[in-house]
């Protein structure tokens, strides 16, 4: 952005702070990326946010593993936690009235932008892979 070849790193921080853009580390235990095709999980990234003129930009520096889309996914709350009580997926739907995979919320945010029943929300979710945005295009 600024060449920054010589620049000594509190002269770039006085500039910056000239210019209103704040720099903030970020305490991150993990980073997911999700592709359509694979998630990068960073551990141990850092991670810096930047805030210039309202727009905010992250950034992140390290090394990811790439892991097939679902592999090692873990749903919000579930008690098993070293795999001893793992369920099979129709066990799951039928205990939690749903797929596994999809949050009760995004049902819930499909259905209050589309008008659709929370169970028509649901067949979009799980038909798009659980992509809200798809989900929603979907039922528009």
Not at 8 to 22: F, L, S, T, W, Y
Not at 48 to 55: E, L
Not at 105 to 133: F, K, N
Request: aromatic share 2%; proline share 4%.
């Amino acid at each position: 952005m600024f060449g920054g070849g010589g620049l000594n790193p509190r002269k770039m921080k006085q500039m910056m702070e000239q210019m209103g853009i704040d720099l903030e580390d970020i305490d991150a235990e993990e980073v997911v990326i999700r592709t359509p095709d694979e998630d990068l999980v960073f551990t141990d990234a850092e991670v810096q946010k930047m805030d210039a003129q309202g727009q905010a930009t992250y950034q992140v520096v390290g090394t990811p593993e790439s892991r097939p889309r679902g592999e090692g996914a873990t749903a919000v709350g579930s008690g098993a936690s070293d795999g001893s009580e793992s369920e099979s997926g129709a066990d799951a739907e039928a205990e939690t009235g749903g797929s596994p995979d999809i949050p009760d919320s995004d049902v819930e945010i499909v259905a209050a932008r589309t008008g659709a029943s929370e169970d028509t929300a649901r067949e979009a979710l799980e038909e798009t892979g659980g992509d809200l945005a798809a989900a929603v295009e979907h039922l528009e």
